[in-house]
């Protein structure tokens, strides 16, 4: 199956375009405010993809909200279109989580106790916890993240969702607030995730009860964000673990190394191999139609579009993306020839 970003015909021409090639540091304000005006204009009227209705309550998102956000290491910000709109975080929230679970229990526990490889199968998969003898596999699908929420310390589930609250709210830089009509719809059908929280419990690979753990999970993914909060939030991975805002340490710089690393592997679940191959970095996606990605060092792009693929990414995000890794320079893998070793 080819890719949306493919599908799109906005590659960007690597021969011609010398900004492809990562430079470590992003262009200026000037060039990144002109850069995100120029990209909402380029895709406002794509109307690919549609709106995710398994949850009935993200079935009424206006599909024509479209926002971008972009956020230096420096600590700017720049914006367009319905940056301010607050939707809910949804899967996004599992990188973040991980970072806080991993930041508590260390590198070697989480990757024991959870696992960081693809799966190769879609986000909320139980075929993949069979075919792994009861491994989650990855914190980026459903069932590596019902397994690292169950991991968030605390003595009570309201200690619990604290931990979990606290730490994105430290990541977005300000206080995050549960939605509870989308909390509220999505526990009403979320009997595929207790499913699956049920049987890692069965292969003990669940730290804590698989009611108890799935609400939790549940209520992080309901948390209300806005696309100037997950570029914020990605900006603090791409930062060392420092929020470029407030100046706070959120996590230690090797828990945004496994996180992205991690985000790399599964961040857009199936598509991940795609979306490295055209856009080159670590990026995370959420069905409300959210989706951050993280340039290490530089800062982090976040778009908000609802529509979605069949692998439950949002078509513009995707496509913004894309443009912009490629115009500001920001591919991973993308390199010239130092000027000594050319002939």
Not at 52 to 67: M, R, S, T, W
Not at 227 to 235: C, F, I, K, P, T
Not at 264 to 286: F, H, I, N, Q
Not at 329 to 337: D, E, K, M
Request: glycine fraction near 10%.
């Amino acid at each position: 199956m080819e890719s949306v970003i493919h599908d799109s015909g906005d590659i960007v021409d690597a021969r011609t375009a010398q900004a492809a090639v990562s430079t470590g540091r992003l262009p200026a304000d000037r060039a990144v405010r002109a850069a995100l005006a120029r990209v909402h204009r380029r895709f406002q009227a794509d109307r690919g993809g549609r709106v995710a209705d398994y949850i009935p309550v993200l079935a009424e998102a206006d599909p024509e909200l479209f926002g971008i956000a972009l956020a230096h290491v420096g600590g700017s910000v720049h914006a367009v279109g319905d940056a301010d709109h607050l939707f809910s975080i949804q899967s996004v929230s599992k990188a973040f989580v991980f970072a806080l679970v991993d930041q508590e229990l260390g590198h070697h526990a989480v990757r024991r106790r959870v696992g960081v490889n693809s799966t190769g199968l879609p986000f909320n998969s139980v075929l993949a916890v069979e075919l792994n003898h009861g491994s989650p596999m990855n914190p980026m699908v459903n069932a590596g993240a019902l397994a690292t929420t169950a991991l968030a310390p605390g003595g009570s589930a309201e200690e619990r969702w604290e931990f979990v609250r606290r730490g994105l709210s430290r990541f977005a830089g300000r206080e995050l607030a549960l939605d509870e009509r989308v909390y509220a719809s999505e526990t009403a059908t979320n009997q595929r995730n207790e499913s699956i929280a049920r049987l890692l419990d069965s292969y003990g690979a669940l730290a804590r009860d698989p009611v108890a753990t799935t609400d939790l999970y549940t209520r992080q993914c309901s948390l209300a964000v806005c696309v100037r909060d997950l570029a914020v939030m990605g900006a603090t991975l791409a930062n060392g673990g420092v929020n470029p805002l407030t100046g706070e340490r959120v996590v230690d710089a090797e828990v945004c190394r496994d996180t992205l690393a991690a985000l790399a592997t599964a961040g857009l679940y199936e598509r991940s191999g795609d979306w490295l191959y055209e856009v080159g970095m670590p990026g995370k996606s959420g069905v409300s139609g959210g989706i951050v990605t993280v340039a290490p060092g530089k800062g982090s792009i976040a778009v908000f579009s609802p529509r979605l693929d069949g692998a439950g990414n949002s078509v513009r995000g995707q496509r913004v993306t894309h443009y912009l890794s490629g115009a500001l320079g920001l591919n991973l893998f993308a390199s010239t020839a130092h000027p000594q070793s050319a002939r």
